[in-house]
């Protein structure tokens, strides 16, 4: 059973628009997200995360928003460029001793010029 | 600076043949991870070592072994290779358990 959830396969976005990617997760006991981001033949690299006791976290042109409860969070990109084109992760700190991650299938990002 | 170095980048294997994935970081990491990437499944934990000495499994553990030789290198074995495990297999590590992790550049394995 999936805990993490990205809904949307892809996302297809003009340059300079805003690119909105969101996440749904079921476990309560999750206390921390992070987004990640992954060109083709490369691994995933970490973009930005947020803490369960905030409901956003800004950085540059990357903003996560966090409603707990929903059990939802976004990331929003603005304005959005050509080179943002890459799969989103979205994942989230596990609850226990070990506190390992899980992702969501993640979200193809396309801008286009 | 390196980070995480997996090797192999590629590799081609028989049903049934082994071998072993290659994981090195060099930030005095304590928690080391594999994972394996399959389309429309995201990034699923195969196995993990919370800190030198311990390894656990994952969400999908079954047909690989690893070895947390040191603190700085674990390894994934697969014993008997099947087409199922044909797979992007990626290496990370943690600080601690749940902090961000920085991943390797993938393994491209393909079973025949």
């Known amino acids: 059973d999936q805990q993490v959830k990205q809904n949307s396969p892809s996302l297809s976005v003009q340059e300079g628009r805003i690119s909105i990617l969101n996440c749904d997760y079921t476990n309560s006991m999750f206390d921390y997200f992070l987004w990640y981001k992954k060109y083709p033949a490369e691994g995933p690299t970490f973009l930005i995360s947020i803490s369960s006791i905030k409901d956003k976290n800004e950085d540059g042109r990357f903003t996560v928003f966090l409603n707990k409860s929903a059990k939802h969070l976004s990331l929003h990109i603005v304005p959005s460029q050509p080179g943002d084109s890459a799969v989103y992760f979205c994942?989230?700190?596990?609850?226990?001793?070990?506190?390992?991650?899980?992702f969501g299938k993640g979200t193809k990002l396309s801008v286009k010029p | 600076n390196a980070g995480v170095t997996q090797t192999p980048k590629f590799q081609v294997l028989k049903t049934g043949q082994s071998m072993t994935l290659q994981c090195a970081q060099d930030m005095n990491h304590n928690s080391m991870y594999w994972y394996r990437q399959d389309p429309g499944m995201g990034l699923r934990l195969i196995y993990y070592?919370?800190?030198?000495?311990?390894?656990d499994k994952g969400e999908v553990p079954n047909g690989y072994n690893v070895s947390r030789l040191n603190k700085r290198e674990f390894s994934l074995r697969l014993e008997s290779a099947a087409p199922s495990q044909t797979s992007v297999y990626f290496c990370a590590s943690t600080h601690g358990p749940g902090t961000e992790a920085f991943f390797g550049q993938g393994t491209r394995l393909t079973v025949v």
């Open positions: 994942a989230a700190r596990g609850g226990g001793s070990q506190g390992n991650l899980i």
């Open positions: 070592s919370a800190s030198e000495g311990t390894t």
